[in-house]
């Protein structure tokens, strides 16, 4: 009897210390790097540092991982370079950005079949024909929890990720919280529930209303930086901005099978002195093209702004394709900044990445208006910018509609909304833009960067130093 009593006593201890055990899941996110490659060999010691503490590292890319260095996007394998790093600091897995996409169907399942690390999106369907490896969800064994990692990418007004049209043809894309909400039996099965997300901030933290069996939302998207992390709707919210000017540590505890503690913390990446040497000496591989660093033309004055520097791409428009006026959405400008000194080859590939090519058409002043507020409402109601012409526009306040538009020429007179211009813009201003023009648009043959050089050269010099064509009453 006496012997029954203690071995129950025993027991219990036993149960006792097993079920206040406490486990840690470290994750190591980064988002919007828009290859960043200079940033990696640092980024690469930053997860081997962190490796060294916790051999169970997951390390997560909230997408758009690719678009915005003309080392990586213009290599002979477009975006490689930026794969083959990632390969090498130890990725687990990535979500789809919308400029993943910029590769085009083939080019996409190409860099995932390159890739060690699962590409995760669970509202992405391509067709077969593409042979995309494209899952909606992974799961992981971090030191004895279970961990499950689903992604998922946010749709523009068209239905598609923010990239060309021409790039998602033959795949099918559901609404995000709809697809997300498929898997929720995840959290029956895992001790962590990750959302990938590639949705921007706000999206974030509205679909984290509906997501209570969610753990934590790596985010992307909208270049939010946030300090650690948030929490909002009992989710615990990550996000930096792009670039790789950070990273984030986060620190997931559990106990008895549930999230007990969610901590997060700033890593600075850009401008670290440590890096990892093999990135580092492949990095140096990767930079040696010295096409990229010829110089077109001298910046006389800073440019501040992103539309000082939308207003030099519109003119390169206007100016080398012989037209009465030129627009460019302001998504697609790339930076906000370049200082004094030479405007370089490589500049130019950054500011305007995207290999779109220019187009003319031929349209009246009421059908240009019209492309304006369509290219307004599907690039995330920001309005173009333009050439040859000032824009005055006024929103409703509640709807952020455009209530009234008003262009006006370099003559100081308003454009006839019955007169004929030659307009030159790009492609995906085009295709993002759906009206009833009589001109379809028709592309000259040139990508609009090459445009933008071939100014920069005419020029020799540039000053766009508080320029201003657009104001909002």
């Not at 995000?176 to 974030?204: F, M, N, T």
């Not at 913390?265 to 140096?284: C, D, F, P, Q, Y």
């Not at 004094?340 to 990445?353: A, M, N, Q, Y």
Request: with cysteine; charged share 20%; proline share 4%.
């Amino acid at each position: 009897m006496k012997k029954s009593i203690i071995a129950l006593a025993l027991m219990l201890t036993s149960v006792s210390a097993s079920a206040g055990e406490q486990k840690e899941l470290h994750i190591l996110s980064t988002n919007d790097m828009h290859a960043a490659i200079e940033c990696m060999p640092r980024l690469g010691f930053v997860a081997d540092s962190l490796r060294a503490l916790y051999p169970d590292l997951l390390i997560l890319s909230a997408g758009d991982n690719r678009s915005g260095e003309p080392l990586n996007d213009m290599y002979e394998i477009p975006a490689y370079p930026m794969v083959a790093l990632m390969n090498i600091v130890g990725f687990h897995a990535t979500t789809l950005g919308n400029h993943e996409f910029d590769s085009g169907q083939e080019g996409l399942a190409k860099l995932i079949d390159m890739s060690t690390f699962p590409t995760l999106c669970a509202n992405v369907h391509p067709a077969s024909k593409w042979n995309m490896h494209v899952k909606p969800y992974q799961l992981y064994d971090c030191g004895g929890l279970t961990v499950g990692v689903i992604g998922a990418v946010a749709l523009s007004p068209l239905g598609i990720p923010e990239s060309h049209p021409n790039n998602t043809t033959d795949m099918k894309f559901d609404a995000p919280l709809e697809a997300i909400q498929e898997y929720r039996w995840l959290r029956e099965k895992c001790d962590v529930v990750v959302l990938l997300s590639h949705l921007g901030y706000e999206s974030d933290v509205e679909v984290s209303k509906s997501l209570p069996w969610v753990d934590i939302i790596v985010g992307g998207h909208s270049h939010t930086q946030l300090k650690g992390g948030e929490v909002h709707n009992g989710i615990f919210i990550t996000q930096n901005t792009n670039r790789l000017k950070r990273a984030t540590h986060s620190t997931i505890v559990v106990e008895d099978g549930k999230v007990v503690k969610r901590m997060a913390e700033n890593i600075e990446i850009k401008g670290g002195k440590n890096e990892n040497k093999v990135i580092a000496e492949l990095v140096r591989y990767f930079s040696e093209n010295p096409a990229f660093h010829r110089v077109l033309a001298q910046v006389e004055t800073p440019f501040e702004t992103y539309e000082e520097l939308g207003c030099l791409m519109c003119d390169a428009y206007k100016t080398e394709g012989k037209a009465d006026l030129s627009f460019q959405n302001a998504g697609g400008v790339r930076y906000d900044t370049h200082a004094t000194g030479g405007f370089t080859v490589s500049d130019v590939l950054r500011l305007d990445p995207f290999q779109n090519e220019a187009v003319e058409l031929q349209l009246t002043g009421k059908e240009l208006m019209d492309m304006m507020i369509k290219c307004y409402d599907n690039d995330n109601k920001i309005f173009p910018y333009v050439g040859g012409m000032t824009a005055e526009y006024t929103l409703d306040p509640a709807t952020k509609q455009i209530k009234k538009l008003v262009l006006t020429g370099e003559d100081g007179k308003k454009l006839n909304p019955k007169k004929t211009y030659k307009v030159m813009t790009n492609s995906y201003t085009t295709a993002i833009s759906p009206t009833n023009r009589k001109d379809p648009g028709t592309g000259i043959g040139k990508i609009t960067a090459q445009l933008i050089m071939d100014y920069l050269e005419h020029q020799g010099h540039v000053s766009y130093q508080g320029v201003k064509r657009l104001s909002e009453k």
